[in-house]
């Protein structure tokens, strides 16, 4: 007897959250992906999300007719093109919508105010609001630099395994971009474990001699992203660092409440 069309199919069958299960599926393997480092082949997939091979099979087939996913010549999976104007346009509403939460930082600092996030294995700029100085540090929104030189880095991925940092720093290397720059793993991951025992990041002339910068990141954020504060040497002293530091958390805090409020999404 012919199946009604008004029978639940796997594809359109409800989630214990109310969703459609075959999207949830479909979103945590592309995440699982990124996870992995972007490629991946299906039984891997199919152990650590526990899916059988069939259903992983038939997603991914959609996946990569979509565009979001792309078959390799070893047969292995790989992250797709069409993913990338999606995170492209993601990053800069999310950039444009935490602009006021940058301005209060430029108001109680003096500084020039940043967001960044963590992309694969870069830090890339999504949002700057500029000081009111004349002497101003300006880092042009789109911009892409290596964590290890940075504040925003190293505030991103304090809370990494050291193997996960060991690796990135190994894909990446360690070039100097100051005398100041730390370039050895060993070097960067006690900074890192400094971020972690004082709750903030410096860049102490490591990216640009003059240049200090103290980040934080932005705790729940649903993607990795950090904020900051950059200015002159002579103005973003060890003094001012202790007032600062206080005003890069709580606008990190709110940030982080506004986006679980949001459910996670800008406000439109």
Request: aromatic letters at 2%.
């Amino acid at each position: 007897m012919p199946t009604s069309s008004a029978s639940t199919t796997d594809s359109a069958r409800p989630s214990a959250s109310g969703g459609v299960q075959s999207l949830e599926r479909a979103f945590d393997l592309l995440e699982r992906m990124a996870d992995a480092g972007g490629e991946v082949g299906l039984s891997e997939l199919s152990a650590s999300s526990g899916l059988p091979l069939p259903t992983i099979h038939r997603l991914m087939r959609t996946l990569v007719a979509c565009g979001y996913v792309r078959q390799q010549p070893n047969r292995r999976y790989a992250l797709g093109p069409r993913l990338i104007r999606l995170g492209e346009s993601a990053s800069r509403l999310l950039g444009t919508w935490a602009r006021p939460h940058l301005a209060r930082l430029v108001e109680e600092t003096g500084e020039t105010a940043n967001m960044a996030l963590l992309d694969g294995d870069e830090i890339v700029y999504v949002a700057q609001v500029p000081s009111k100085h004349s002497m101003r540090m300006f880092t042009e929104v789109g911009r892409r630099v290596l964590p290890h030189s940075t504040g925003v880095g190293k505030a991103l991925l304090a809370d990494c395994p050291p193997e996960e940092v060991r690796a990135l720093l190994g894909r990446t290397g360690m070039p100097a971009a100051t005398e100041k720059t730390i370039t050895t793993p060993d070097g960067f991951l006690a900074a890192l474990e400094e971020v972690r025992r004082q709750g903030y990041a410096i860049d102490d002339n490591e990216q640009e001699i003059g240049v200090r910068c103290l980040a934080v990141s932005v705790p729940d954020s649903p993607t990795a992203a950090a904020i900051s504060i950059s200015g002159p040497a002579g103005r973003v002293t060890e003094d001012a660092t202790s007032t600062i530091v206080p005003v890069l958390q709580q606008v990190a805090a709110e940030l982080s409440q506004a986006l679980l409020a949001s459910g996670g999404h800008p406000a439109a």
